[in-house]
């Protein structure tokens, strides 16, 4: 029978290997983001039926667009919310404008297409829903990156809480959430960042994250590094945390 994943943010970096992943392993895909170009070629490179869907996620519309463009469609049993961006700068400094831009993709997007094809999942007692966080969404706080920490911690939070609920409701969907350290990506050209430690590389993320989802991991950490980073960063004094946080941050600001 033919299954199909639908992957935001599929232009470039995690979303892109995804997709690639998700082809190796039979899947045709659904590939969304604003560059269309970019999509037609990883299309044309798949193995597997690839469709290309142009959307700005960052507008509630375009959101509601690729919702009823695919809803009736059986075959989609993955979703993966992938599309997302950062920003690094001091809050004060940082545009309001582009503050509200991710708002409006990492977190507004990701709650929408997570409500109604959760609901579509269920009603079919089957599916796979990957929300990508990210290591900042298991921290504290994110000095010098403030708002985009805020967003990952709103995505982690939601994606927990939902799959707790599927538990109590004996739902056989699986929601989870991917938390990666640094990824070598667009994501820091696009943030204004320089990474001050090396990340791993996209596809290592992708094959790791889209294997622990179909294992029915619930929190997704590629790397021993990075997950005993986010251990120690819950037993040191949040305000010690915060210092060392801010060291850390104000290195990646170009
Ligand atoms: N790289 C890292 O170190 C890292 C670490 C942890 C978590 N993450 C998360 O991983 C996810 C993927 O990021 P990446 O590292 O792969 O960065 P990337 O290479 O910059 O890819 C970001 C993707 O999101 C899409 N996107 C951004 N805004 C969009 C919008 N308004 N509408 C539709 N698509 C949009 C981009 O497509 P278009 O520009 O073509 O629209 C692109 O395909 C993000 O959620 C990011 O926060 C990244």
Known sequence: ????????GASSGIGRQMAIDLDLRGFDTILVARREDRLKKLASE????????????????????????????????????????????????????????????????????????????????????????????????????????????YVK????????????KKSKVWVCALCPGPVDTEFNEVADASFSISGISAEYCAKYAIRKMFERELVIVPGAGIKAGVAASR????????????????????
């Open 1 to 8: 029978m033919k299954k199909t994943a639908l992957i935001t």
């Open 157 to 168: 939070s939601l994606t927990l809480a939902i799959n707790e609920e599927l538990s109590q």
């Open 235 to 254: 037993i040191i004094p949040t305000r010690l945390y915060l210092k060392a946080a801010n060291s850390f941050q104000t290195k990646k600001v170009k």
């Open 46 to 153: 798949l193995r597997h039926n690839a469709e290309v869907f142009e959307c700005d996620l960052s507008q509630k519309e375009e959101c509601l667009r690729l919702y009823e463009a695919f809803k009736d469609r059986e075959d989609i049993i993955v979703l993966i919310n992938n599309a997302g961006f950062g920003q690094v700068g001091f809050f004060d400094e940082t545009p309001l404008d582009r503050d509200l831009d991710m708002l409006d993709t990492n977190v507004r997007s990701v709650h929408i297409l997570t409500k109604l094809f959760l609901r579509d999942f269920m009603a079919r007692d089957k599916g796979y829903i990957l929300n990508v966080a990210s290591t900042a969404g298991l921290l504290p706080a994110g000095p010098m990156m403030s708002t985009y920490y805020a967003t990952k911690a």
